[in-house]
């Protein structure tokens, strides 16, 4: 089977990376792809954007599965373009992907499904959400772009001031866009984050393995948001008996709450969840694997990933068994020094096979191939993944093999998974 997977970064490395252990997997392809990439798999210079050219690469490359991992060409309709060709895809189609593509979408089905999440109201002006937060006078306040923004759409405001700002920037000056169209304005929850990604065909649920995302660029949670600095699986508090309560009340519920809607979802759906003293809540949605989160969960996937997104694709997940390992998986992301805000790039990137050669996955998010050396090319340049038996092995393995990587400016945190209590 000839597969085409769609994007260029660390997810897309990882998932490249499994795919090719499968035995029905002859050749892969992946538009645009990066460094990392290029050694498992022929990269295309094709934009994710670029439907039109990658509809024709793969009807000419006679492609079996395109997979197309990214938010923006899922919410943009990138599939129903594949599917209108009649070529086999992997992803929500574009009525889907609206739940994450929208927030104002999201949130509306969670009341309207009883599925639990913040308080929150939609505004399409900025009037009224400033009335509005002015009335409710609880701070913090958390302010919502509705449309994708490169993660950067969610503010978490102390005061009134820059609540107000953050309404202004986002709806005035549109900072993000046509994202800002609308703002959700929610209450602010408290509690430690879960991320889990499930692959559902719109009649089957099958959650994977559970992580936790860090994504602040410094240790104990300091510094700007980032798009993750690095993630753990499993999560220390995702009991069994929490699964029990998210499946019931969350995962299944909102499955079927987007077949009512007429909007069956089928893909990787991706809950970010937080445990509050009230319940587990939803923070958000995503129509798509995790970033980071996807680099120590597909580690621990023993079953083939090409049979599970044919089974999606067929809606015939019920008859597959997915099996997962139970030891743990830590990543680190080595960025450049000054992302997410400015950094240099185009530095040689040493070690990594070193690194390899004693255990580690190394997954390049931001890197380019040039002259026989691997050079940074990003913020997030690259996800350096241990297993381990458990959580504590597999963190003293990841900063042993993060040891033996060097670039010029590379900055890293030290305390991936380290934090017991979340
Ligand atoms: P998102 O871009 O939706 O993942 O949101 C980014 C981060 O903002 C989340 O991972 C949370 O840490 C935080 N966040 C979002 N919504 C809330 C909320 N209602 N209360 C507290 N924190 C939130
Ligand atoms: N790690 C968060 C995301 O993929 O959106």
Redesign the pocket.
């Given at each position: 089977m000839k597969v085409l997977v769609i994007g260029s970064g660390g997810r897309e490395h990882t998932i490249v990376w499994k795919l090719n252990q499968s035995k029905r997997v002859t050749k892969i392809y992946c538009a645009p792809g990066n460094g990392g990439i290029a050694q498992l798999a022929e990269c295309v210079p094709i934009k994710v954007m670029e439907f039109d050219k990658l509809v024709d690469f793969a009807k000419e490359n006679k492609i079996d599965m395109v997979v197309v991992a990214p938010d923006d060409p899922l919410a943009a309709g990138a599939v129903d373009a594949f599917e209108a060709e009649g070529i086999r895809a992997f992803g929500p189609n574009k009525a889907a992907a609206i739940i994450e593509g929208s927030k104002a979408f999201s949130k509306n089905l969670m009341k309207k499904y009883n599925i639990p999440t913040?308080d929150y109201e939609v505004f399409d002006n900025s009037a009224d959400a400033v009335a509005y937060i002015e009335r409710q006078n609880k701070f913090p306040i958390?302010i919502?772009a509705d449309g994708l923004a490169l993660?950067k759409?969610?503010i978490?405001a102390e005061n009134f001031a820059d609540a107000k700002k953050a309404v202004s920037d986002i709806m005035d000056d549109k900072v993000f866009g046509a994202a800002g169209g609308k703002v959700v304005i929610?209450?602010?929850?408290?509690g430690p984050?879960i991320s889990v990604l499930a692959f559902t065909d719109g009649k089957t649920l099958k959650p994977m393995v559970s992580a936790q995302d860090h994504?602040r660029a410094l240790d104990n949670d300091k510094g700007l948001n980032t798009g993750g600095m690095g993630t753990f699986s499993p999560s220390r508090i995702y009991t069994p008996e929490l699964e029990d309560e998210c499946m019931k009340n969350i995962f299944i519920p909102t499955m079927e709450a987007m077949n009512a809607e007429g909007r069956t979802f089928k893909g990787v759906l991706y809950f970010?969840l937080m445990k509050t003293a009230d319940g587990v809540k939803v923070?958000?949605y995503n129509c798509r694997f995790g970033d980071p989160e996807t680099q120590v969960v597909l580690p621990r996937l023993e079953s083939d990933l090409y049979d599970i997104f044919d089974a999606v694709i067929d809606e015939r997940l019920s008859d597959i068994e997915i099996k997962w390992n139970n030891g743990a998986a830590v990543c680190v992301v080595l960025a450049s020094g000054g992302y997410p805000q400015k950094y240099k790039t185009g530095y040689e990137i040493d070690g990594i096979c070193k690194a390899e050669s004693m255990g580690a996955l190394v997954f390049h998010a931001g890197t380019k191939y040039e002259n026989g050396k691997i050079l940074t090319a990003g913020g997030r340049v690259l996800g350096v993944t241990a297993l381990g038996t458990d959580l504590d092995t597999a963190i003293k393995n990841a900063y042993d093999y993060v040891k033996l990587i060097n670039f010029t400016d590379m900055h890293y945190r030290k305390d991936i998974g380290i934090k017991k209590n979340i």
């Open positions: 913040a958390v919502k993660g759409g969610v978490i929610e209450e602010f929850l408290t984050e994504k970010g923070i958000e």
